[in-house]
């Protein structure tokens, strides 16, 4: 294909404000697919995704788009070849998003009419100029009747520079303005500039692993061509795979004999593991091959780790096959063996962020057929002894009791937006989570961007939680790594009888360390029921104890209490117990029961 006549494109927006149903709409217009076989979200593949309503997975779509002669836009007439890459739209994915923006030439901007503004517009907009892709600005769901098109056109339009009337109007629910939109991409988009006679080199921005086909790697080539009868390197690892197919998706892929500068296709090679395809990776050919791979390749590493422990001990085979299944099409995902005192054997999992973990969670309880319990999220500490060793805690209860002379905590740059009504209760529960102020803009008049930067673990349980409820759902939030900080930290540990249970050690700021502690025992003085004997819960740091809780004896009670009375309420008590120890876990002597877990594990 001649570069003349492609356009690689992609649509950001903020979640929930239209991208996969304007790829859809984008998809039927230009008649890749056809209205009845249209089914919603076609893009967005996998069933978590589609009732979540997010994309975790990149694809492209290639899209033949005919601009006709006396077109309004004035884009030049013709027939002109538009790829689409979706990207995925969580900060989790940060990465995989800036990997897909390096694949074109152009970002469509999309904003929600009747919402305007929202956090990940401003940081997908940041990463989109940083890969120095030229802007589209839409308003989105114009249809709807609490559209305020005049105030965010108006907000749009200050945001990225341009007037107002340069902000293009669509519905992607109606189909109102797309066409015109698809004028505007070939009108505006630079046509990809690579060089065709070098050699070839082509950008990893997904890859997918696939049960029949093995690992399905989208490339964005940028010079020279790919052709399917060549052996292709990997640069980053000088690994080289036999090439078995080349193609392009629209929808469906459609075998190609070459992919040339430009072109943004797949590739299928014999590998089976999408680790040996890493997003970010440059693929050239074995045989006179580029020596200079394309900028930008990172390794991704986890940001938050988690115990996962199957709730019945015999799935632990099952889960460590499952985990080991799902890293195949996800090479961020990591994890190994890890034994639990208190819930037996497991996995120490690492995820590059929360929304991560739950939907690899989710996918193993789902896909898998698993029943399971995480421990509470943590980030990664590093710790300097005293003797000058330095160690890396992923797992709270390896946490040094003491002799630690300094301990580092990953910290992130965080953009809150919100209407302005609300800056003092953002800023007191960012100062609640040892938060620094970095600045503020008003963005309109009644519309604020708070930055703050705040340690990666204050954030890692419930704060957007928090902040959305505190907001009435109003304020969006995104966050990127910005470092380590040394921090004033300690681990709470919890004993039963005197015992520590691991799985509920915690690191936490000194001064949050004693509320910790008698928010836990407390919690747990309910959660676990009476036993047989006394069962003491303690709260320490190091030998100290900081909090105590006691479950008093009980079970006689619970008999005595039917005594006399009648014999079937009996047997149902009796029944009823016998029911709740299926789902306990021994710790020590003590039962407790998984609610007590996952309660106490949830929300701290
Ligand atoms: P994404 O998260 O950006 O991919 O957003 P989706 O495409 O999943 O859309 C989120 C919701 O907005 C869905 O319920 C869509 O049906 C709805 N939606 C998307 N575009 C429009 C539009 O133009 N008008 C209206 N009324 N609803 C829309
Ligand atoms: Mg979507």
């Given at each position: 294909t001649d570069p003349a006549i492609i356009r690689n494109f992609c649509i950001i927006a903020h979640i929930d404000h239209g991208k996969s149903t304007l790829a859809d709409r984008m998809l039927q217009i230009t008649g890749v697919v056809d209205e009845r076989a249209a089914r919603a979200q076609y893009l967005d593949r996998m069933d978590i995704e589609r009732e979540r309503g997010i994309t975790i997975k990149s694809q492209a779509v290639r899209m033949p788009w005919t601009v006709a002669a006396d077109n309004e836009q004035g884009a030049e007439p013709g027939t002109y070849v538009l790829n689409m890459i979706d990207t995925p739209g969580h900060v989790d994915f940060t990465y995989e998003v800036s990997r897909s923006l390096q694949a074109c030439e152009a970002a469509v901007l999309l904003v929600d009419a009747a919402q305007g503004i929202e956090a990940q517009t401003l940081a997908n907009l940041y990463l989109a100029m940083g890969a120095d892709l030229h802007i589209i600005p839409v308003l989105n769901k114009i249809d709807l009747p609490s559209a305020n098109v005049e105030k965010y056109a108006l907000e749009l339009a200050n945001l990225v520079g341009c007037e107002v009337e340069d902000v293009l109007l669509t519905s992607a629910k109606t189909g109102l303005g797309v066409e015109a939109l698809l004028n505007e991409i070939v009108r505006t988009t630079p046509a990809p500039v690579g060089d065709p006679d070098a050699p070839p080199r082509a950008l990893i921005f997904d890859s997918v692993y696939d049960t029949y086909r093995g690992v399905v790697t989208y490339v964005r080539v940028v010079d020279g061509k790919l052709s399917h009868r060549d052996r292709i390197k990997m640069m980053s690892t000088g690994a080289v795979h036999e090439m078995l197919e080349v193609g392009v998706i629209s929808p469906e892929p459609v075998k190609a004999g070459d992919l040339g500068v430009g072109e943004v296709g797949y590739l299928i090679?014999?590998?089976?593991?999408?680790?040996?395809?890493?997003?970010?990776?440059?693929?050239?050919?074995?045989?006179?091959?580029?020596?200079?791979?394309?900028?930008?390749?990172?390794?991704?590493?986890?940001?938050?780790?988690?115990?996962?422990?199957?709730?019945?001990?015999?799935?632990?085979?099952?889960?460590?096959?499952?985990?080991?299944?799902?890293?195949?099409?996800?090479?961020?995902?990591?994890?190994?063996?890890?034994?639990?005192?208190?819930?037996?054997?497991?996995?120490?999992?690492?995820?590059?962020?929360?929304?991560?973990?739950?939907?690899?969670?989710?996918?193993?309880?789902?896909?898998?057929?698993?029943?399971?319990?995480?421990?509470?999220?943590?980030?990664?500490?590093?710790?300097?002894?005293?003797?000058?060793?330095?160690?890396?805690?992923?797992?709270?209860?390896?946490?040094?009791?003491?002799?630690?002379?300094?301990?580092?905590?990953?910290?992130?740059?965080?953009?809150?937006?919100?209407?302005?009504?609300?800056?003092?209760?953002?800023?007191?529960?960012?100062?609640?989570?040892?938060?620094?102020?970095?600045?503020?803009?008003?963005?309109?008049?009644?519309?604020?961007?708070?930055?703050?930067?705040?340690?990666?673990?204050?954030?890692?349980?419930?704060?957007?939680?928090?902040?959305?409820?505190?907001?009435?759902?109003?304020?969006?939030?995104?966050?990127?790594?910005?470092?380590?900080?040394?921090?004033?930290?300690?681990?709470?540990?919890?004993?039963?009888?005197?015992?520590?249970?691991?799985?509920?050690?915690?690191?936490v700021h000194k001064d949050a360390a004693y509320s910790y502690g008698v928010m836990l025992a407390g919690k747990l003085r309910e959660l676990i029921p009476r036993q047989q004997f006394e069962v003491p819960i303690q709260a320490a740091i190091g030998s100290r104890v900081i909090a105590r809780e006691t479950i008093r004896a009980i079970r006689k009670d619970v008999l005595a209490k039917c005594y006399g009375g009648d014999i079937t309420r009996k047997r149902k008590l009796l029944e009823k117990q016998k029911e709740g120890k299926k789902r306990m876990k021994m710790v020590g002597r003590v039962e407790v029961p998984q609610e007590a877990f996952i309660a106490a594990l949830s929300t701290t």
């Open positions: 090679t014999g590998v089976k593991d999408v680790r040996q395809s890493r997003v970010g990776d440059t693929v050239t050919s074995q045989h006179n091959g580029a020596d200079e791979p394309l900028g930008g390749y990172e390794h991704p590493n986890p940001m938050v780790y988690a115990g996962l422990y199957p709730i019945d001990g015999d799935d632990y085979p099952t889960l460590r096959d499952a985990l080991e299944k799902l890293q195949l099409n996800d090479a961020a995902l990591a994890y190994e063996p890890e034994t639990s005192g208190a819930l037996g054997f497991g996995f120490r999992c690492g995820f590059l962020g929360l929304l991560h973990m739950e939907i690899t969670r989710e996918r193993l309880e789902r896909e898998f057929n698993l029943e399971l319990i995480s421990t509470a999220p943590n980030v990664v500490y590093h710790v300097t002894l005293d003797d000058g060793s330095r160690i890396e805690v992923t797992n709270p209860s390896e946490y040094p009791d003491s002799k630690i002379r300094e301990v580092l905590e990953p910290v992130v740059t965080a953009t809150i937006l919100s209407p302005a009504d609300y800056i003092g209760t953002i800023m007191e529960l960012c100062q609640t989570k040892r938060g620094t102020l970095l600045g503020m803009d008003y963005l309109s008049e009644d519309r604020v961007e708070m930055r703050y930067t705040l340690p990666m673990g204050e954030i890692a349980f419930d704060f957007f939680d928090n902040l959305k409820s505190k907001t009435k759902g109003y304020a969006s939030l995104n966050y990127e790594f910005a470092g380590e900080q040394a921090g004033d930290l300690v681990k709470v540990d919890i004993l039963l009888q005197g015992e520590p249970v691991d799985a509920f050690s915690a690191i």
